[in-house]
Each structure stands twice: as C-alpha cells, then as structure tokens.
C-alpha cells in the first residue's frame, strides 16, 4: 500500500481525475474532499460491508414460509423508518 | 420527469410480476432450467431472468443471474440464483411498508441498467428472517440500505449501496 502524508488543505490526484483532498484535520478526524467522475462510485467502506454482511444473512434456511411473514399495516400513516441501534445485537 | 431520485407510492395491485409484461413481445421464448434445494428443478423463461453484472456484494459469484419467483397473497418473494440450487433470498417492495422511503439511482447505474423511465424501474429490497432463539417469533428485517434496482426492459440490475443515515441495513418489519 502506497502511504502518503499530506497536510491540511493537500491533495493527491488518483489517475487523471479523481483528487482526494484533505479538508480538514480535527481531533482524530479528518474530513476529505473528494472529487471524481460521476461514474466512480464513493462510499465509506463500512456501509459496503455492513450491506455484505446482511445479504449474506439474508440467504434462507429453507424453513421460511413467505405467508407466515409480518404484513403490513393496513393504512399507513407516518412511517419513517428509524435506523436500528445495533447492528449485531439482535 | 426525474427517475433518479425515485420515490414510488406502494400499489398494491402492482405485482412486480407485472415486470414480466415489458418484455418485448418477438423476443425468442427460451426456457431454462434452474435447480433449486427450496423448489426442485424449475423451468423459467430465460428472458425472466435478471442479471447482476456485479452480482450482490459479497455473494457475488452465486447472484449474477436471478429469477424473481411469487407466491400468491403475500407481499414478499423468492429471489433465486440461476446458477446456485442453495442460494434464494426473500424480497419485498419497499413502499409497501415504507410508504415514505426514497432512493437516488445515480446516473452511472442508470445508463449501465439502460433504464427507459419510471415504470421500467423495479425495486425490491432483501428481508432477512432470523429465528428467534427460543422458538418465537422470528425477527424479521429489511435491508433499507442496499436496495436492488432492476430495469424491467433490459433486465439488468444493480444492488445500490446508498449512504443515507436514515436507512438502515435491518430495520425491522413487523413488531
């Protein structure tokens, strides 16, 4: 893996159009600028794993029965869904 | 009319069967066989079938190639592999329980899923069903955060990864 170190406001330039600029060091954080093609897919890692992991959960042991799942409500009103608190907890 | 930020009310006499009827009409009729450890071996339309260049993240090599199967009265699905007899998952049509959830189809995964408009769009999330360790009720989840979008003309398809706080990969369906 190729380390660079680069200071607040430096960039690295990936190819010939994707530049990788740090916008800010903060704490132990550090905000990024990307700018890329819209064809280049950005996205913090976690979230892809986090999607892996479910659709590997989602496969199904061949005892589910699609009638016995829950319905849904019969009229709707407010259904904002709230993200769950834990991803491993249940 | 802007289909990338997509966002469609649930109607529930939309079967997303109905996806089947966009097929053009001179297209050769092929069948194929797919073995299945649920349902044996099934022969469906090859034009049925959705293929996912990338497949599913992380299932990538048994998901390229999917076939939708319904089961009358009830708002969920099979989703089987075309080439893996023990790889099926459970979908559902999101607006059905979430009449407010919206998604953005990039542009990219518009052109790569040749998408023609509104109604070519399908969109379906996976469900997952985790039993509950003392024999109750089982938990039942929704992955809000990775849905798949299929062009119901093309019949390419894409698992989307959208970077929104407000989804979850398991939200809860049912109490």
Known sequence: MLVLSRREGQAIVIGDNVIVRIVELKGDQ???????????????????????????AARQAETVNLADLPLPMPSPTKADPQPEESADGI | MDYRVFRRAHDPDRRMSEIERNRAD??????????????????????????FADGLLGLEESTRSLVLVEQEDTPY????????????????DPWAFWPDYDIVIPDEVEEELGLAGPED???MVLVSVRPAAD????TVTANLLGPLVVSSSTRRGRQLV??????????????
């Open chain 1, 30 to 56: 550090v905000r990024l600028g990307i700018d890329a093609p819209r064809s280049i897919v950005v996205h913090r890692e976690e979230i892809a794993e986090e999607i892996a992991a479910e659709n590997r």
């Open chain 2, 26 to 51: 001179d297209e050769a009729m092929t069948t194929v066989r797919i073995d299945s450890r649920r349902f044996g071996t099934i022969e469906v339309e090859e034009s049925s079938l959705f293929e």
């Open chain 2, 77 to 92: 699905y099979w989703l089987h592999s075309a080439t893996d007899p023990d790889v099926a998952f459970v979908v559902t």
């Open chain 2, 121 to 123: 769009v399908g969109v």
């Open chain 2, 135 to 138: 024999g109750g009720s089982p």
């Open chain 2, 162 to 175: 959208l970077d929104n706080a407000r989804y979850s990969a398991r939200q809860r369906i049912g109490a």
